[in-house]
């Protein structure tokens, strides 16, 4: 038994890079400079983006940032119209996003989302955006509906048995 | 001394106490495999509208048996055979102590225990990532302490044969190329083992309520995710040795340079642990900045030895395929095996991994993150990853490793269809699972059509009834391949006495190993 399949040709053989297989490196590092500086371009220059806005907040100064924001600006049980300008409170606890949001079209408003007991993940229906409500952090979504109509929200952070029935909705009105 | 093994294929020999370590940790891993795709099953089919077979508390159990055989257990206890078997097999040298390594086995299987019997219990249905204030069974935790324990056990005996082998003069130069790639893969298994300290031990503490009363839920995401997506890398790194095992094992291919191949190996040690980032693109977390070089910079490097690889596997098999006078452009590809299982399944995997990486490179990008975030998209990529590429590249190796090790594959024409049943059944998969991410489709959801809802929800059920169909038949295909496997096994080692005969020990002092750097080859010299 001199030699086995596993052993490499020559004697030395793992000290040769040849020539093409150097060109194929240099190939890749080249494309991944190219998608690295495409993305920065897209954070710089695109429109679909959101800077990192957020603040601590223990679930006991959420709720009652929540509970002002509703009592301000509530138009039904759970619904809150929310006036342009301002900013609106979404609260994700086991199992509801609360309130309900009325927006209109075309305005530019930041919503801040956070939880009162295990984190949650509000995704909106049809326009997949998809941000963390994280129990103890407050995160804030600047968004600007373009589109008219109700849209249902539902929680994509798996949070325990009553996950799917978690649930809440945006309108947007004209 | 106990008895060697010479395989007259590869010319490697292996010593009974490390082959029977080899063989248990294989069946192990097979039965975690058998297990994730029985539960996959159940998941797929309740995913799929027009079936919702379980009702949402036995959902979310199916889902963490899923995700717990399938992505915590299945891949590293599958990696172990391979550490063993390039710490000692490829080094020509035994273990430096069977015992360890059966402390390792049964640290790890205690663990497994644990961690299964307290999903089945009903009190841990958190999914493998079990984020905290999710509260499981306190021993759920335990378990995963002690699989860890279990499997740095493994990662010392490893070490220490290595240094054994080195001392004995086994071999000279560097490490052969596969052991130089589990060695790898040991080092980002060390590294994601610290992550797994600073997660798992409050944790736990929390858990038994005692001295710690609250884990912040950013903070165990952080570390958790740390060990978490290095050990995916740990993953990779063996899938690309299993691919340059099948490579070897079924036409006797050669790296078509080592050293472009080490080199790929090694930029995983520096590209890995950073991107852990891109799950916290859509967190409250650091600013940024910091989110696009964690996440998005060096994720798109760490795509770059993943190409190397695969480029660098077909074409060691095109290389080989020419050297035996196959012609044209594209005639390697013709003659490249399409009837032999582990060359489909090996062709499968490249493929798949390759749709895998760019849907996680994809989403390592704020833009796409903040749309395809906690959505189809990320089963897809999984898919396309772990299941498509590292369990189809294990598979692969499978097939030549079983007759390496003396047991005879029974069944070979099921093996045909296994391997393009799961081939073609995962690309179906994944393509629905592409479908649905398109459409919003959210991952880990009982029920899609959200009963009870007052607001409209999209038309997006045939994605996922696509999906069941895919999953029955990707399940089947993986179900055979356990079946062909565990009974090759237990129906004993067929080729065992002709393998027995010869050899007295794994390595002999007039037989210098022919990797002696700089040192003539001693078939050169005869
Ligand atoms: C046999 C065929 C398989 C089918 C039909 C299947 C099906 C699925 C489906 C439908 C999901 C998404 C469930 C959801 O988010 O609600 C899923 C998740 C997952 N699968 Fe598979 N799978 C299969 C095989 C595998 C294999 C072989 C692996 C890895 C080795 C794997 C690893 C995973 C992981 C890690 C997840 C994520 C679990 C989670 O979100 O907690 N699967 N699978
Ligand atoms: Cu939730
Ligand atoms: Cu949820």
């Given amino acids: ?32 400079i190219f998608l690295i500086g495409l993305s920065a371009t897209m954070l710089l220059a695109g429109n679909h983006n959101n800077p990192v806005k957020q603040f601590h907040a223990t679930p006991e100064e959420f709720s009652q940032r929540v509970a002002e924001f509703v009592d301000k600006y509530q138009v039904g049980p759970r619904t809150v119209r929310v006036p342009p300008g301002e900013d609106a409170y979404l609260l994700a606890r086991m199992w509801s996003f609360y309130p309900d949001l009325i927006l209109k079209k075309g305005q530019t408003y930041t919503v801040w989302y956070s939880s009162v007991d295990v984190t949650h993940n509000p995704q909106i229906a049809g ?6 409500a994280v129990p103890g952090h407050a995160q804030g979504v600047t968004l600007t509906p373009n589109t008219t109509g109700t849209f249902l929200v539902y929680c994509g952070e798996y949070c325990g048995v009553g996950h799917q029935a978690m649930m809440g909705k945006i309108i947007v009105e004209e | 001394m106990e008895a060697i093994y010479t395989d007259p294929e590869t010319g490697l020999r292996l010593d009974r106490a490390t082959r029977r370590l080899i063989v248990t940790f294989l069946v192990t891993a097979f039965l975690a495999l058998g297990g994730a795709v029985i539960a996959a099953l159940l998941v797929a089919l309740t995913r799929a509208p027009a079936i919702q077979l379980l009702w949402p508390s036995a959902y979310y159990m199916a889902l963490t048996f899923h995700g717990i055989l399938a992505l915590t257990i299945w891949p590293h206890v599958f990696e172990a055979t391979l550490w063993l078997w390039a710490c000692t097999s490829l080094l020509r040298t035994r273990l430096i102590s069977p015992a360890l390594g059966w402390l390792a086995y049964g640290l790890a299987f205690l663990g497994i225990l644990m961690i299964l019997g307290t999903v089945a219990s009903g009190n841990a249905s958190v999914m493998y990532t079990m984020y905290v204030p999710l509260r ?50 040991a080092i980002l298994t060390v590294v994601a083992i610290i992550g797994a300290v600073a997660a798992f031990v409050p944790t736990v503490l929390w858990a038994f309520r005692i001295l710690i009363p609250k884990v912040d839920p950013l903070y165990f995401k952080a570390t958790f995710w740390s060990m978490g997506h290095t050990l995916q890398y740990t993953n990779i790194t063996a899938m690309v040795v299993a691919w340059y095992g099948t490579a070897t094992f079924m036409v006797k291919a050669k790296p078509v340079s080592e050293k472009f191949s080490r080199w790929a190996f090694a930029l995983y040690l520096v590209t890995t642990l950073p991107v852990f980032m891109h799950h916290f693109l859509v967190d409250p977390t650091w600013s940024l900045a910091v989110k696009w070089i964690g996440a998005t910079v060096v994720g798109i490097f760490l795509g770059v030895p993943s190409a190397m690889h695969g480029l660098a ?24 095996g399409w009837n032999n299982p582990p060359m489909v399944l090996l062709a499968f995997s490249v493929l798949l991994f390759g749709v895998g990486g760019f849907d996680g490179t994809a989403a390592t990008t704020m833009q796409i993150n903040m749309i395809e975030h906690n959505n189809m998209w990320i089963p897809a990529h999984i898919h396309g990853t772990l299941a498509g590429g590292a369990t189809l590249g294990f598979m692969a190796f499978t097939y030549g490793f079983l007759p390496h090790l003396g047991f005879e594959i029974k069944g070979k024409r099921f093996a ?16 629905a699972m592409h479908w649905g991410a398109h459409l919003g489709v959210p991952r880990r959801m009982q029920d899609i059509r959200f009963l009870g809802a007052d607001a409209p929800v999209p038309n997006w059920f045939n994605s996922m009834n696509l999906l069941g169909i895919a999953g029955v038949l990707t399940a089947t295909g993986i179900l055979i391949f356990v079946v062909i496997a565990l009974t090759s096994m237990f129906a004993g080692s067929t080729r ?24 003539p080859a001693p078939s050169a010299t005869v």
């Fill in chain 2, 496 to 519: 065992g006495p002709e393998m027995v005969a010869e050899a007295k020990d794994l390595w002999l002092p007039s037989e210098r190993p022919a990797f002696a750097g700089g040192n």
């Fill in chain 2, 313 to 336: 596997v077909p074409a060691s098999v095109e290389k080989t395929l020419r050297g035996r006078g196959v012609r044209g452009l594209w005639g390697w590809l013709r003659e490249w």
């Fill in chain 2, 416 to 431: 045909q269809y296994q391997a393009w049943l799961t081939g073609l059944g995962f690309t179906l998969l994944i393509a």
């Fill in chain 1, 127 to 132: 326009q997949r955006l998809s941000f963390q």
């Fill in chain 1, 1 to 32: 038994m001199a030699g086995t399949v596993f052993d490499p040709p020559v004697a030395g053989w793992e000290r040769q890079m040849p020539v093409d297989k150097r060109i194929f490196l240099w190939v890749l590092l080249g494309q991944a």
């Fill in chain 2, 136 to 185: 499981a069974d306190p021993l759920f935790y335990l378990g995963h302490i002690i699989y860890a324990v279990g499997l740095l056990t493994l990662l010392i005996l490893f070490g220490l044969n290595i240094l054994k082998a080195r001392a004995e003069g086994t071999y000279l130069g560097s490490l052969p190329l596969l052991t130089y790639g589990m060695a790898v893969a």
